[in-house]
C-alpha cells in the first residue's frame, strides 16, 4: 500500500511544477545564504588563528561552505526539471533522471542536517582549541623580540581590550608567567635579582596584569601592580572591592561570542533543512505523478502520487534484499527465477564426425 497517496488531475500537476520550480530557486538563494554564514564563520576564525591551538575548529564553516555549493547546483537542475515536467512530453527526457535525483537531493538534505546539528557540537572543540592557543599566546607574551612571536603581544592585548578579557580564564593566569620582557627589566636592581632568585625557574613574576587588562570605565585609576597586597594601595582590599580590570577569561569571552554566532547560524541551517525537505517532498509527488500518467497513458487524466510506492517496512525489506544480493551478481539467479543459460546446452561437433583428439606429448 502506497505512503501518503495524493490523486492529481492535469490541473494540480501543472500548477505542483510551477510551484516547485520557484522553490527551487528560492532554494539557490538558500544555498548562497548557507554559503555566505560558513565563509563568515570561517573569517572570524581565522582572525583569531593565532590564539587557537591547531584541530577541527574548521570542520563546520567547510562543510557549510560545500553545502551551500552543492545546494545551488542540485536545486538550479531541480528548478529545470520542475519546469520541464508540466508538460508530459518532456518529462519524458527526465523519468530516468528523476529518481537519482530525489535519492541525491535527500542524501544532501541530511548533510545540511548534519551541519546544523554540528554547530552546536562544535562548542568543545573550540574550548579547547581556545584554551590551548591562549595558554601559549599569554606564555609568548614577552618575546617581542622573536621572529613568529613578535606580534603576539599586540594580539593579546587587542583582544583583551576588544573582548573586555583578561588572561585565559582570568586575570590571575598573568601571575603564574613572566609578562615583562629581560630587555626591561634592571638587572642591577636588587629587588629585580632577589625575585628573579626567589623562583625555582628563574622567572621575574609579579602579581600583576599588562594594562590592556584595565577597565576604562572604572572610576579608579587603574591598579595593575600589586593587585593582591592591600598595603600597597590607599584604601584598597582586593577581596572585598570590585577590581577595576577585567575579570571575565578571554577563552570564556571567545567562547561565548562563537557560540551565539554558531547558535544563530544552526538555527537558519534548520530552517533552511525543513525548506529543503519540503521542496524535496514535492519533487517526489510530482514525479510519482507524472511516472503514473505515462503509464495509465492518458494524460489529461487523473494519476496518483506518493512518497513510497509501499509501506515502510515493504520498502525497507526491498531495499535489504538489494543491499545483500550486490554481492552477488557473479552467482546464479534464483530471485527470477531464471537458470544459467550455459546449463543443459546440447555440445556441437559443427557437423563433423569421428574427430580425434592430440594427446598431450609426454615429457622426456
Not at 37 to 52: A, D, P, Q, T, Y
Not at 297 to 323: H, P, Q, R, T
Not at 341 to 347: A, H, L
Amino acid at each position: 500500500m502506497a505512503v501518503l497517496k495524493v490523486k492529481f488531475t492535469k490541473t494540480k500537476r501543472d500548477k505542483l511544477a510551477q510551484i516547485l520550480w520557484i522553490l527551487n530557486w528560492v532554494s539557490v538563494v538558500s544555498g548562497i545564504i548557507l554559503f555566505s554564514l560558513g565563509l563568515f564563520l570561517k573569517i572570524e576564525i581565522k582572525k583569531r588563528n593565532e590564539v587557537m591551538a591547531k584541530g577541527d575548529v574548521n570542520s563546520v564553516p567547510n562543510m557549510l561552505i560545500s553545502v551551500g555549493v552543492i545546494a545551488c547546483i542540485i536545486n538550479f537542475l531541480g528548478g529545470k526539471i520542475c519546469y520541464d515536467c508540466s508538460d508530459a512530453n518532456k518529462f519524458s527526457r527526465w523519468k530516468l533522471v528523476m529518481l537519482p535525483y530525489i535519492v541525491c537531493t535527500f542524501c544532501f538534505t541530511f548533510c545540511i542536517l548534519v551541519g546544523a546539528l554540528m554547530c552546536y557540537t562544535m562548542r568543545n572543540e573550540l574550548e579547547e582549541s581556545l584554551y590551548l592557543g591562549l595558554r601559549d599566546a599569554i606564555k609568548f607574551y614577552k618575546d617581542t623580540d622573536i621572529p613568529g612571536r613578535c606580534f603576539l603581544k599586540k594580539t593579546v592585548d587587542m583582544l583583551q581590550i576588544g573582548f573586555q578579557c583578561c588572561g585565559n580564564n582570568g586575570f590571575r593566569d598573568w601571575f603564574a608567567i613572566q609578562w615583562v620582557s629581560a630587555r626591561y627589566l634592571n638587572m642591577a636592581s636588587k629587588e629585580v635579582l632577589d625575585r628573579l632568585k626567589s623562583n625555582v625557574d628563574g622567572k621575574f613574576l609579579v602579581d600583576g596584569v599588562p594594562f590592556s587588562c584595565c577597565n576604562p570605565s572604572s572610576p579608579r585609576p587603574c591598579i595593575q601592580y600589586q593587585l593582591t597586597n592591600n598595603s600597597a594601595h590607599y584604601n584598597y582590599d582586593f577581596l572585598t572591592e570590585e577590581l577595576n580590570i577585567w575579570v571575565k577569561g578571554c577563552r570564556e569571552a571567545l567562547l561565548d561570542y562563537y557560540t551565539a554566532i554558531m547558535r544563530s547560524i544552526g538555527i537558519t541551517a534548520l530552517f533552511i533543512w525543513l525548506f529543503e525537505l519540503s521542496v524535496l517532498i514535492g519533487v517526489r509527488y510530482l514525479q510519482t505523478a507524472m511516472k503514473n500518467v505515462l503509464l495509465l497513458g492518458d494524460l489529461e487524466g487523473e494519476s496518483d502520487g506518493w512518497l513510497l510506492e509501499n509501506s515502510f517496512v515493504e520498502a525497507a525489506k526491498y531495499n535489504i534484499s538489494i543491499i545483500k544480493n550486490l554481492g552477488k551478481a557473479n552467482q546464479i539467479s534464483t530471485v527470477s527465477g531464471m537458470n544459467d543459460p550455459n546449463i543443459d546446452v546440447q555440445n556441437t561437433n559443427c557437423g563433423k564426425t569421428n574427430v580425434t583428439t592430440k594427446s598431450i606429448p609426454a615429457a622426456s
